[in-house]
């Protein structure tokens, strides 16, 4: 680009790319300064379409906790097209501070709340080791440095990090009950499972949504935990979220529900 053709400053800033989506009648607007995040906002549709039918299941004003936010793709999904309040926890900087931008493009101050933390099985400060520094990017290690296999991490940068367990959070009244939750932490669901178990077995939770690795045996095992709690799962449905192929075969969003 020559000299004549340069942008200014103030052209640059704003630029300010974004994506419409527009559903059942509503419009969302996500902020998409990269690559990566415009092809979160464009695969919405084919990414996890199950994980949109069970967000059309929410009523109004029920509670969803999204534990994993990343950029807000579900966390807005569901404040915007079910009318949900929503508690959304995202410890990696880049995706938080987007997360924010994305509650604020949609006018959402008022009934979605972030937290730049994460949830797990014990509360305290711990490494966030970084698997991709790009806005948007996911499979980050919060405390262990292992992927989402439990294989070691070779992170490309270690970043501070913050977690609490839900149990805490809900027993200092600091986050309600939820309705709802969504857990997709890259492998370690488990851990915020296993600091949410008095929280889970309240009737309120109606559902709960967890990205499981069923290659693992301590995945396998949360499974049977949360069913025991009576949080029972539909085969069915796991059949058709788990992938068949690629890097993630075997992984699938389990939907649990009460």
Known sequence: MSPSQSLTLEQYESLSPRCEIDHDGVTMVFATP???TRWRAESIYQKE???LEWIAEFKPDDILLDCGANVGMYTIWAAVTRRARVYAFEPESQNFA?????????????RVKAYCMGLSDASGLFDLHMADMRVGGSCHSLGDALDFKHE??????????????????????TVPVPTHIKIDVDGFEPKVVAGAQVTLQNPAVRSVLIETNQNLADHLAMVGTLNDMGLMHDPAQVRRAERKEGTF??????????
Do not use: K, M
Not at 98 to 110: P, S
Not at 153 to 173: K, N, R, Y
Not at 249 to 258: I, Q
């Open 34 to 36: 990269s690559t990566l």
């Open 49 to 51: 379409p199950w994980t």
């Open 98 to 110: 987007l997360l924010n931008r994305n509650i604020r493009l949609n006018g959402l101050e008022g």
């Open 152 to 173: 070691p991490l070779a992170a490309q940068f270690v970043q501070g990090g913050i977690a609490h367990t839900l149990d805490e959070l809900v027993a200092a009244g």
């Open 249 to 258: 075969t075997g992984v699938a969003e389990y939907v649990f529900r009460r």
